[in-house]
């Protein structure tokens, strides 16, 4: 909706309401439950300058600064919804946030989200077995678990775990591209070894 409300000036410390109508403007009171919103809302950005396509095809709002004119970010993070630019959120009513699985290929993983990451490797022949697995990559900030005690980051051998339930949480106001390499190496009857490698990029920042 192009030039609404153009030349207006919205003063400070006011209240921004998302997904309510406020029977007390400009308060945090008249919240009618008959008249609450119902749906979804993945997040809600406001900047102070306009956004052309070109800004805003080449990632979420989310990933811009506070120099480039974003002044409002609210979004869900571990399980509930704050302001990435440090403004409170009070949260009214029946509010359930969920969790979704990503593809990061298609959109970019947020601050604080878990990384799930399932590996397997079969040997090419019968005869041949499976004698290590590794992952490299992870940055030291980021600690990989498989649920059944065990941890590592950066090179981490993973001979022993149970492939299929790892994870890695991000730490807050992590942004960084992550890079995991998968490598798994396979020993024949006589000893020769033949290694494989698969490496799966995560998109943390356009």
């Known amino acids: 909706m192009p030039n609404v409300a153009k030349g207006s000036v919205v003063p400070g410390n006011g209240h921004a309401v998302i997904g309510q109508k406020m029977n007390t403007p400009g308060t945090i009171n008249g ?3 008959g008249e609450h919103y119902e749906g979804q809302i993945f997040g809600a950005s406001l900047a102070t300058k306009s ?13 811009a ?8 970010d ?11 630019m440090g403004h409170p959120v ?20 947020p601050a604080s ?7 397997s490797a079969t040997p090419g022949d019968s005869d041949s077995k499976i004698s290590h697995l ?24 993973v001979t022993n775990w149970n492939l299929g339930s790892m994870k890695a949480h991000l730490p807050p106001g992590f942004k960084s591209n992550v890079g ?27």
């Open 51 to 63: 956004l052309d396509p070109t800004d805003i095809a080449r990632a979420p709002l989310y990933t």
């Open 90 to 109: 009070q949260m009214q009513g029946n509010v359930n946030v969920q969790s979704a699985a990503v593809d990061t290929a298609l959109a970019l993983a």
């Open 180 to 206: 995991v390499t998968f490598k798994a190496e396979a020993t024949g009857p006589g000893g020769a070894t033949v290694t494989a490698t698969r490496t799966v990029n995560f998109r943390m920042k356009p």
């Open 31 to 33: 919240r009618n439950t």
């Open 65 to 72: 600064t506070r120099a480039e004119g974003l002044a409002m």
């Open 134 to 157: 590794e992952i490299q990559g992870l940055p030291a900030r980021i600690t990989l678990n498989d649920g059944a005690g065990n941890t590592g980051s950066g090179k981490i051998d």
């Open 74 to 84: 609210v979004r869900s993070q571990g399980g509930a919804m704050v302001d990435s």
């Open 113 to 119: 989200a878990t990384l799930t990451l399932t590996a």
